[in-house]
């Protein structure tokens, strides 16, 4: 079992940056992505990106590639996810994941999860 939490949401502008953090208690075996997704009010869990737990491979959904980045430090069992150029619709609770299999894009490619944190961007 591991657990997953979140931290580092909070309200900014238009524009701003923002650094998310995600701390693992433990590894759990056959863990091989680590993913952030984010869910809007109103809309279904959206995923925005993962990096893989050994090497530094990352995958990006389309509508953040180019402003977010995801990165990890091992010692710490932390992920990072960093947010650049943040929009309005870039306003969600966001959430990390754990898990294998699938695309590493779905939900359900996901078992263990985080409890959120909220981003709210201002315009």
């Known amino acids: 079992q591991v657990e997953l939490e979140e931290s580092g949401g909070g309200l900014v502008q238009a524009g701003d940056s923002l650094r998310l953090s995600c701390a693992a208690s433990?590894?759990?075996?056959?863990?091989?992505?680590r993913a952030w997704f984010r869910q809007a009010p109103g809309k279904e869990r959206e995923f925005v990106g993962f990096i893989r737990w050994t090497g530094s491979g990352t995958y990006y959904a389309d509508s953040v590639k180019g402003r977010f980045t995801i990165s990890k430090d091992d010692d710490k069992n932390t992920m990072y996810l960093g947010m650049n150029g943040l929009k309005p619709e870039d306003t969600a609770v966001y959430y990390c994941?754990?898990?294998?299999?699938?695309?590493?894009?779905?939900?359900?490619?996901?078992?263990?999860w985080g409890r959120g944190t909220q981003v709210t961007v201002s315009s």
């Open positions: 994941a754990a898990g294998y299999g699938g695309t590493g894009t779905a939900v359900n490619d996901y078992h263990y």
């Open positions: 433990a590894r759990p075996f056959g863990i091989y992505r």
